[in-house]
C-alpha cells in the first residue's frame, strides 16, 4: 500500500504516452494509406501529402513529453520521491487530458488530413489551404498538453 501513490502517477504517465501514442499510430497509417494512393498517381505531390500524413503523429510526441514530465516529477528519472496516494491521483488525473484528447484528436484529425490528401490530389496548388484543416484540430491536442503540463508541474508543490 505504500507505493500505492506511485503506481498511480506511474500509471498517469504511462498511460498519457500510450493513448496518444496509439492514437498518433493509427491517424498516421490511416493518413499514410491515403497518402500512398495519392503518390501513386502523381509522385510529385509526395511532399505536400507527407506534411499532412505527418501532422496526426504530433499527438504520440505531447504524450510521450507528458509521460515524461511526470516521470521527471516523481523522481523516476533521476532520484527517489515519497508519493502519497492523493498526490499520486492527482498525477494520474493530472495526464488524462493529454491521454485522452491525444488520443481522441489524432484519429480525428487523421479523418481531416485524408480529405485534405483529397484536395491536394485534385488541387495541388491548394496545398497551403489543405494544411490549415487539420492544423485546426491540432489546436486541441495543444491545448490539452498545456493542460497536463501546468497540472502535472503543479502537483509537484503541493505538500499532500
Not at 72 to 96: P, R, W
Not at 141 to 152: E, K, M, N, R, T
Amino acid at each position: 500500500m505504500d507505493n500505492l501513490g506511485m503506481i498511480f502517477a506511474l500509471s498517469g504517465g504511462i498511460l498519457a504516452a500510450l493513448a496518444a501514442g496509439i492514437g498518433s499510430a493509427i491517424a498516421v497509417g490511416m493518413t499514410g494509406e491515403a497518402a500512398a494512393g495519392v503518390v501513386t498517381d502523381d509522385p510529385s505531390l509526395f511532399g505536400k501529402v507527407l506534411i499532412l500524413q505527418l501532422l496526426p503523429g504530433t499527438q504520440g510526441i505531447y504524450g510521450f513529453l507528458i509521460g515524461f514530465i511526470t516521470l521527471t516529477q516523481i523522481g523516476v528519472l533521476g532520484g527517489t520521491s515519497d508519493i502519497t496516494i492523493y498526490k499520486g491521483l492527482l498525477y494520474f488525473a493530472s495526464c488524462m487530458p493529454m491521454a485522452i484528447v491525444g488520443w481522441w484528436s489524432a484519429i480525428r484529425q487523421a479523418r481531416v488530413s485524408i480529405s485534405s490528401i483529397a484536395l491536394v490530389a485534385k488541387r495541388p496548388d491548394q496545398a497551403g489551404k489543405a494544411i490549415i484543416f487539420p492544423a485546426m484540430v491540432e489546436t486541441y491536442a495543444i491545448l490539452a498538453l498545456l493542460v497536463s503540463i501546468l497540472c502535472v508541474t503543479g502537483v509537484t508543490g503541493l505538500n499532500i
